[in-house]
Every structure is written in structure tokens, then in C-alpha cells.
């Protein structure tokens, strides 16, 4: 049976389902069902509230498998694509499945031999997974949604772990490097904001 997992916020609206998640887990622990008291080495923890983060929601399969459900895009849940999410107190050699289940496209470069991106506090480069165990198919289970599964290895039990659909380019590293590029004064580059986005950051024209 699919235990029920214990989580620190909501992640789903009463009426709205699997589609309506309104915000990331935050230093969400997973671990059996029934089970209470302090979390053991192996009781995975899963993060997204940092920028560019996005996991909704994880339901605990086994202790080798784990469900996860990403938010869809802002105002369109339509749009589920994107995932950025960390795990920790892992067990060393701890192997998992983690299946998305609520992919909205239906054509992926994961089926063509793209694999997520993976990293942690000690080898803080991202890696591509090996495309071997990275599978892309339609789920009768979960609404005809598409899943992507993929299986890992954690081999360092002190390491944050953190997966990621491609290579993130987050907000801030872009304004970063646009900041760059106004302090060497180029002649060719101007650079204007047109005005605020719903969470009040600037939407700027470049030219």
C-alpha cells in the first residue's frame, strides 16, 4: 500500500488534486508508514524552497522507491516540466527509484537519450546520469500522465544531493551577469527595466 508521508506543509489543495500544488516541499522527511520518532539514516529528506526549486509533493512507495509530483508552471497547470529539488540523510549505498509522475509533455529528450543532472556538497559539479537508468513512458497509474524514473545510488551519507530536469539558470545568476557586462560600459549595450513581475522582480530589455 502507499503509506501516507509526513509532511512539515500542505501541498495540495482540498478540491484541486495532484495538479493543484501551491508550494515546495520544505525540509520534507519521508519515512513509512506508521512509523514515529527521529528520523533514521535512510528517511530521505526532500528540499525545494530555494530559487529555481520545484517538488510539490512525495509519497513514500518503498523504501527503495518514492513518487514525486512537480508544480506546475504559474498561472498554467497545464505545464508540468521543470524539477529542482534536493535530498539528504541519506544511508550510504542507499539505492532508490524516483519516479516524476506528472509530466505534461509528451515528447522528451528523455527518450532520446538526455538524462537529469545531478550534484552534491562534494563534488559540487553537475553531472548528466548515466541515460541507462532513466526511463520516459505513459503511467495508466497516474492518469495517463507521462513518468520519468530514474534510479540512483547514494554513495556519501553527509552529502546533500541535489537533482535537477537540465542545467539550472537561475534568476540571480542572470542578473549577475548582466550586472558584468553594465560595469565594462560596452557602447553596444543598453539595458532598461520595463517594469515588475508578480513577485517584484524586474523585467528588463536588453538591447
Given at each position: 500500500?502507499?503509506?501516507?508521508?509526513?509532511?512539515?506543509?500542505?501541498?495540495?489543495s482540498?478540491?484541486?488534486?495532484?495538479?493543484?500544488?501551491?508550494?515546495?516541499?520544505?525540509?520534507?522527511?519521508?519515512?513509512?508508514p506508521?512509523?514515529?520518532?527521529?528520523?533514521?539514516?535512510?528517511?530521505?529528506?526532500?528540499?525545494?524552497?530555494?530559487?529555481?526549486?520545484?517538488?510539490?509533493?512525495?509519497?513514500?512507495?518503498?523504501?527503495f522507491?518514492?513518487?514525486?509530483?512537480?508544480?506546475?508552471?504559474?498561472?498554467?497547470?497545464?505545464?508540468?516540466?521543470?524539477?529542482?529539488?534536493?535530498?539528504?540523510n541519506?544511508?550510504?549505498?542507499?539505492?532508490?527509484?524516483?519516479?516524476?509522475?506528472?509530466?505534461?509533455?509528451?515528447?522528451?529528450?528523455?527518450?532520446?537519450?538526455?538524462?537529469p543532472?545531478?550534484?552534491?556538497?562534494?563534488?559540487?559539479?553537475?553531472?548528466?546520469?548515466?541515460?541507462?537508468?532513466?526511463?520516459?513512458?505513459?503511467?495508466?497509474?497516474?492518469?495517463?500522465?507521462y513518468?520519468?524514473?530514474?534510479?540512483?545510488?547514494?554513495?556519501?551519507?553527509?552529502?546533500?544531493?541535489?537533482?535537477?530536469?537540465?542545467?539550472?539558470?537561475?534568476?540571480?545568476?542572470?542578473?549577475?551577469?548582466?550586472?558584468?557586462?553594465?560595469?565594462?560600459?560596452?557602447?553596444?549595450?543598453?539595458?532598461?527595466?520595463?517594469?515588475?513581475?508578480?513577485?517584484?522582480?524586474?523585467?528588463?530589455?536588453?538591447?
Open positions: 500500500l502507499r503509506g501516507l508521508v509526513r509532511q512539515h506543509v500542505s501541498t495540495l482540498e478540491t484541486g488534486g495532484e495538479d493543484a500544488l501551491v508550494g515546495n516541499v520544505n525540509k520534507l522527511m519521508v519515512s513509512p506508521g512509523y514515529s520518532g527521529a528520523p533514521r539514516k535512510g528517511h530521505l529528506v526532500f528540499d525545494a524552497c530555494f530559487e529555481s526549486g520545484n517538488l510539490g509533493r512525495v509519497d513514500y512507495i518503498s523504501e522507491e518514492f513518487d514525486l509530483f512537480i508544480r506546475p508552471d504559474t498561472c498554467n497547470p497545464r505545464f508540468r516540466v521543470w524539477f529542482n529539488f534536493t535530498v539528504e541519506v544511508r550510504e549505498t542507499q539505492r532508490v527509484i524516483f519516479n516524476v509522475v506528472n509530466f505534461s509533455k509528451t515528447k522528451s529528450l528523455y527518450r532520446d537519450g538526455m538524462s543532472v545531478v550534484k552534491s556538497t562534494s563534488r559540487p559539479k553537475w553531472q548528466r546520469l548515466p541515460p541507462k537508468n532513466v526511463y520516459y513512458y505513459r503511467c495508466p497509474d497516474h492518469r495517463r500522465n513518468v520519468m524514473s530514474f534510479a540512483f545510488c547514494f554513495d556519501r551519507e553527509d552529502d546533500v544531493y541535489q537533482f535537477a530536469y537540465c542545467y539550472p539558470y537561475t534568476y540571480s545568476r542572470l542578473q549577475h551577469y548582466l550586472s558584468s557586462l553594465e560595469r565594462r560600459n560596452l557602447p553596444y549595450l543598453q539595458r532598461e527595466q520595463l517594469g515588475l513581475s508578480v513577485v517584484s522582480q524586474a523585467e528588463e530589455e536588453v538591447l
